[in-house]
T-cell receptor
Framework: ETGVTQTPRHLVMGMTNKKSLKCEQH?????MYWYKQSAKKPLELMFVYNFKEQTENNSVPSRFSPECPNSSHLFLHLHTLQPEDSALYLCASSQDFPLDYEQYFGPGTRLTVT | QKEVEQNSGPLSVPEGAIASLNCTYS??????FFWYRQYSGKSPELIMFIYSNGDKEDGRFTAQLNKASQYVSLLIRDSQPSDSATYLCAVNLWAGNQFYFGTGTSLTVIP
């Protein structure tokens, strides 16, 4: 266990549904991240939060909406997704930002959009 | 052009051999370099990071960085079957705080 938990571990949703992914870190870190991992593609950094403030949004479609209520929790709200959004969504945290610090990854949420 | 390129493999080496994994990057502004290991069905975990040109050793692992040629490599000595995994190269660009992963190289160590 890395100290980063994610729920749910698996999610199947229709294109008209609204769902949320949750991430919690128990490491006392200040920075949290959302990544997307698709088959045959590199891990893509989606969002970066440092001390609860969003610092990076790497051209992610607005159907993905992050929320960071405190330094320990991170959410990814999903609505009107497309089938190509099916992927493994990984949450990570690090002691601080910038991204020179070791990142600790959660187990991921396997998302399938039907 | 991809920011970070890796040979996807698969790379197979016999147990006890040296496994050599390579990574090239396109942006000369890249400042720090990471190797993560990802077992099948698991999340990535950090093996090593390197900032300066040259070699950095940690146990059986050695990271090598050559900024002039824009490549970073990972050597695994005395490879073990437990080293069988996908190895992800990652690069941090300080300008704009961009962080890029390669697609990974799949390594199989044959007993």
């Amino acid at each position: 266990e890395t100290g980063v938990t994610q729920t749910p571990r698996h999610l199947v949703m229709g294109m008209t549904n609204k769902k949320s992914l949750k991430c919690e870190q128990h490491l006392g870190h200040n920075a949290m991240y959302w990544y997307k991992q698709s088959a045959k593609k590199p891990l893509e950094l989606m969002f970066v939060y440092n001390f609860k403030e969003q610092t990076e949004n790497n051209s992610v479609p607005s159907r993905f909406s992050p929320e960071c209520p405190n330094s320990s929790h991170l959410f990814l709200h999903l609505h009107t997704l497309q089938p190509e959004d099916s992927a493994l969504y990984l949450c990570a945290s690090s002691q601080d930002f910038p991204l020179d610090y070791e990142q600790y990854f959660g187990p991921g949420t396997r998302l399938t959009v039907t | 052009q991809k920011e970070v390129e890796q040979n996807s493999g698969p790379l197979s080496v016999p147990e006890g051999a040296i496994a050599s994994l390579n990574c090239t990057y396109s942006d000369r502004g890249s400042q720090s370099f990471f190797w993560y290991r990802q077992y099948s069905g698991k999340s990535p975990e950090l093996i090593m990071f390197i900032y300066s040109n040259g070699d950095k050793e940690d146990g059986r692992f050695t990271a090598q960085l050559n900024k002039a040629s824009q490549y970073v490599s990972l050597l695994i000595r005395d490879s073990q079957p437990s080293d069988s995994a996908t190895y992800l190269c990652a690069v941090n660009l300080w300008a704009g705080n961009q962080f890029y992963f390669g697609t990974g190289t799949s390594l199989t160590v044959i007993p």
